[in-house]
């Protein structure tokens, strides 16, 4: 086995180093959800190319000329492919709660850039104990 034949996983490093770079590095929160989404989609690439047996048929039975099952065929494991349909419904449904709060967030402080809100909040907190 040579680096070139697992060439995917290098792709899905780089894919994982970029998104936590942009939810480590950046304070607009929507760069911050695009990062997450960013490393969802690497671990999904992972487990599904993790899921592929080289030379693997579907998991079904092949009969054989005697009609009894062939026993030296390689299936490949549908178990981590719908997992990672799993992952994909979770990954909507959490960037869509995201989106949504980052929304509340934009209505109630008008940004969405991390330090300006935390000096908001820190600012409201200050005028709350002066009283």
């Not at 936590?20 to 760069?31: E, F, M, Q, T, W």
């Not at 969802?40 to 080289?54: D, F, N, P, R, W």
């Not at 949504?100 to 820190?122: H, L, M, P, S």
């Amino acid at each position: 086995m040579t680096l070139a034949t697992h060439w995917h996983y290098f792709v899905v490093i780089a894919l994982m180093m970029t998104g936590l770079h942009l939810v480590i590095a950046r304070n607009n929160y929507v760069k911050k959800l695009m990062g997450l989404s960013i490393f969802q989609v690497s671990v999904i690439m992972l487990y599904v190319s993790m899921g592929k047996v080289h030379g693997g048929t579907a998991p079904v039975y092949v009969m054989g000329e005697n009609g009894e099952p062939d026993l030296g065929v390689v299936y490949s494991s549908p178990v981590p492919h719908v997992l990672m349909l799993t992952a994909i419904v979770v990954g909507v449904a959490t960037m869509a709660l995201g989106l949504a709060i980052v929304v509340r967030i934009k209505e109630t402080y008008g940004t969405i850039e991390d330090d300006e809100v935390i000096e908001k909040d820190r600012q409201e907190e200050e005028a709350l104990a002066d009283r």
